[in-house]
């Protein structure tokens, strides 16, 4: 576990990089995603369940010097009942965070999440300015072109394996 020091440093760095990136991209669109749900009744399980979730446009914004980058990606839930995404892991780095970034006034700021709901047919994208996967401690140098594969995690059903094909900073 990191000391919270390290954690509000972390933070504010990410921050400024995202609000660096937020500045070439195109003008933020403040919707608010969907407020997280704090706890799920439990669903059953089924054999399929992992498949019912769509993965797409998964990929990093490549920064220099292994800095904390931010992963994208559009879920999409084609089961009939909510699902939980509970976490993430990569053998390429240390620890994966769900974070949210929201503008207010043309002030950025990022809040970690600890869960993200996905609705039946609801997609919930993961995109510069909102939902990201924070991607923390490197465990090697990456450049754009290399593919990074992370697993998503649920509270119930299988993980999935999703590659993220790692792009240049100015991305979108
Ligand atoms: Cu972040």
Redesign the pocket.
Known sequence: MRSDLQSLLMLGL?TAL?SIAATTTAPATAAAPPAPASAAPPTPVSSLVGSEILVEDAWIRWLPANLPA?GYMVLTNNGATTRVLTGASSPDFGEIGF?LTRVHNGMSD?TPVPTIELKPRVPVRFAPGSY?L?LMQSKRALRPGDRVLITLLFAEGPPIEVPFAVRAGNSQ
Do not use: F, V, Y
């Open positions: 990410c995202l931010g974070h990022m990201h924070m």
